[in-house]
């Protein structure tokens, strides 16, 4: 099966750009979507085909996919983005697959 | 405006069922799918599967595929998920989320649902 591999953990001080990576076999001829969830919350979708943005999700949140690792940037990082955040693809084999998770740490 | 309303917690011994209830509003019930996707406590999340309202049709992923029935109530905008012969492996809250027909990201979730499975 399809896996995709997020480092676990990524600490950022306030004001700078925290990106972090998700890493699968040739995801870059995937859509890959990004999750924000706040702690007891359900998730949020953030970046949506890899770089589209909802609306509402300021414009620090962008997204690229290229290759084998599709990343998602947050720019001029607050306290508020403290979250753990998930990609998101479709296999080949039609089933949903969410990336291990990556924990922003706001220092 | 969209809301996606989940049944409340639920506490069941090893071996038994649960039935989650997931009641749509705000939108036309039959035009975006809805996923179940769950989350054990501490970990990340996993995909449970996928029904179509307007049919009917699902699709599990394999891990689901002989324990799990999805099955949607059109008069009510209700969709149900419900897992039988769980084991404390199961405790773990259970999300329903949607996706537009054509599109691939889950643009709204429910609030989600506690499930421990505890002897």
């Known amino acids: 099966s399809y896996v995709l591999t997020q480092p676990p953990s990524v600490p950022v001080a306030p004001g700078k750009t925290a990106r972090i990576s998700c890493g699968g076999n040739?995801?870059?001829?995937?859509?890959v979507h990004w999750y924000q969830q706040k702690p007891g919350q359900a998730p949020v979708v953030v970046i949506y085909?890899?770089?589209d943005r909802p609306s509402g999700i300021p414009e620090r949140f962008s997204g690229s996919n290229s290759g084998n690792t599709a990343t998602l940037t947050i720019s001029r990082v607050e306290a508020g983005d403290e979250a753990d955040y998930y990609c998101?693809?479709?296999?080949?084999?039609?089933?949903?697959?969410f990336g291990t998770g990556t924990k922003v740490s706001v220092l | 405006q969209v809301q996606l309303v989940q049944s409340g917690a639920e506490v069941k011994k090893p071996g038994a069922s649960v039935k989650v209830s997931c009641k749509a509003s705000?939108?036309?019930?039959?035009?975006?799918?809805i996923h179940w996707v769950r989350q054990a406590p501490g970990q990340g999340l996993e995909w449970m599967g996928i029904i179509n309202p307007s049919g009917g049709r699902t699709t599990y992923a394999q891990k689901f595929q002989d324990r799990g029935t999805m099955t949607r109530d059109t008069a009510t905008s209700t969709v149900y998920m419900e897992l039988r012969s769980l084991t404390s492996e199961d405790t773990a809250v259970y999300y329903c989320?949607?996706?537009?027909?054509?599109?691939?990201?889950?643009?709204?979730w429910g609030q989600g649902t506690l499930v421990t499975v505890s002897s």
């Open positions: 085909y890899d770089s």
């Open positions: 040739n995801i870059g001829s995937k859509s």
């Open positions: 989320a949607r996706t537009k027909t054509g599109t691939t990201e889950f643009d709204f």
């Open positions: 705000g939108y036309t019930f039959t035009t975006f799918y």
């Open positions: 998101q693809v479709w296999d080949s084999s039609g089933d949903c697959v």
